[in-house]
């Protein structure tokens, strides 16, 4: 099973700011398969970034997503009081298909 | 986009079995080639990957619930279902079934809104 770890646990910012958010898998995600997901108090995730780096549909291009193996980055370039939320990522290469911790993003 | 609409019991007993359903709308379950995916969020924590089934059957299940778990479609009423086994309070989550993609079946690309399942005696 790959572990997803995801840093840091929360990431305080203030509107404008850039936001860089990380995750390291404990092996290499395979083809990339990696996923970005945005979860609101009482919804859903939504996702955001498919294959480490494809913009879902919909999803604004402040939002990118970067990196391969076990090492991936979402980058949000300035942030937007909507963005304020909680961020996962996601391997779904190899089953059992595995999610990070989560990072906490708070307006500061 | 899909609308996929959970439901099924808020409350069970544990040892109880946990059963819900997941209505698609907006196309097809058979004439697509989609997996359909049940992920789960205990109250305050994060997400935890259940399982997978494809509309041809196939399924993929979390080794940690394989041996309790059913899922599985019925094409006829557009529907997915899980079956969850000898509940306990480590069960307690919302429930949430997605689309998954057509290559990729561990990725989640529309969501329905999740149900609140409670296990307590």
């Known amino acids: 099973e790959i572990v997803l770890t995801q840093s840091p646990g929360t990431l305080s910012l203030s509107p404008g700011e850039r936001a860089t958010l990380s995750c390291w898998a404990s092996?290499?995600?395979?083809?990339?398969?990696l996923a970005w997901y945005q979860q609101k108090p009482g919804q859903a995730p939504r996702l955001l970034i498919y294959?480490?780096?494809g913009r879902a549909t919909g999803i604004p291009d402040r939002f990118s997503g970067s990196g391969s193996g076990t090492d991936f980055t979402l980058t949000v370039s300035r942030l937007e009081p909507e963005d304020f939320a909680v961020y996962y990522c996601?391997?779904?290469?190899?089953?059992?298909?595995?999610f990070g911790q989560g990072t906490k993003l708070e307006i500061k | 986009q899909p609308q996929l609409q959970e439901s099924g019991p808020g409350l069970l007993k544990p040892s109880e079995t946990l059963s819900l359903t997941c209505t698609v709308s907006g196309g097809s379950i058979s004439s697509s080639s989609y997996y359909w995916v049940w992920i789960r969020q205990p109250p305050g924590k994060g997400l935890d990957w259940v399982g997978n089934v494809h509309f041809s059957g196939s399924t993929d299940y979390n080794p940690s619930l394989k041996s309790r778990l059913t899922i599985s479609v019925d094409t006829s009423k557009n529907q997915l279902s899980l079956k969850l086994s000898s509940v306990t309070a480590a069960d307690t989550a919302v429930y949430y079934c997605?689309?998954?993609?057509?290559?990729?079946?561990?990725?989640?690309?529309?969501w329905g809104q999740g149900t609140l399942v409670t296990v307590s005696s």
């Open positions: 092996q290499s995600v395979r083809n990339s398969c």
């Open positions: 996601q391997q779904y290469g190899s089953s059992p298909y595995t």
């Open positions: 997605a689309r998954g993609g057509s290559a990729n079946p561990g990725i989640a690309v529309y």
């Open positions: 294959g480490a780096s």
